[in-house]
T-cell receptor, first 114, second 110 residues
């Protein structure tokens, strides 16, 4: 099992460009999440999905869109990148929600917006 | 005030030492508590869940104090391989609103 994979691993964008980050999991997990991690701050939830075809906003959704057309994939889109979106992006998945549910993380995507 | 607060450290300890981290949370309705470990430039991984009665996993002991709204992690007999950032994680009802602390850095030296 590969677990949770993310592509690309690194990307540099210019302000205003768009891109899509792909997350894939092979654990048949229902729930998937996108976080961003910035220095001195904890992981912040951007969007999440509780199942195929569903998405919901997290703590910091502005400037991002997501889609979950297939259970195993969760895409994060930046329509018009801004320097404030320079960050490390982590995708995670979990079997379900709930109180004792472990989240499994991908290796991260390091994005720089110039 | 942040929802989950941790001392960023760093904690510099010699091998074999015992070290403890605390984490405070602001939402008294929080239902679930975890410690994750994150190595430099890597993804977070679950270290252990924290249960109301406290729990132990080898050299690691986690405690929850609901009255004072903090959780703790104790590491005994520190190893070089324990060097990492430890993330305190608090979950609220439904499990979606999971709040991550900014982490406490630990360096264990020979």
């Amino acid at each position: 099992n590969a677990g949770v994979t993310q592509t690309p691993k690194f990307r540099v964008l210019k302000t205003g460009q768009s891109m899509t980050l792909l997350c894939a999991q092979d654990m048949n997990h229902e729930y998937m999440y996108w976080y961003r991690q910035d220095p001195g701050m904890g992981l912040r939830l951007i969007h999440y999905s509780v199942g195929e075809g569903t998405t919901a906003k997290g703590e910091v959704p502005d400037g991002y869109n997501v889609s979950r057309l297939k259970k195993q994939n969760f895409l994060l889109g930046l329509e018009s990148a801004a320097p404030s979106q320079t960050s490390v992006y982590f995708c995670a998945s979990s079997l379900a929600g709930g109180d004792h549910n472990e989240q499994f993380f991908g290796p991260g995507t390091r994005l720089t917006v110039l | 005030r942040k929802e989950v607060e941790q001392d960023p450290g760093p904690f510099n300890v010699p091998e074999g030492a015992t070290v403890a981290f605390n984490c405070t949370y602001s939402n008294s309705a929080s239902q679930s508590f975890f410690w994750y470990r994150q190595d430099c430039r890597k993804e977070p991984k679950l270290l252990m869940s924290v249960y109301s009665s406290g729990n132990e996993d080898g050299r690691f002991t986690a405690q929850l104090n609901r009255a004072s709204q903090y959780i703790s992690l104790l590491i005994r007999d520190s190893k070089l391989s324990d060097s990492a950032t430890y993330l305190c994680v608090v979950g609220n009802t439904g499990g979606f609103k999971t709040i991550f602390g900014a982490g406490t850095r630990l360096f264990v030296k020979a």
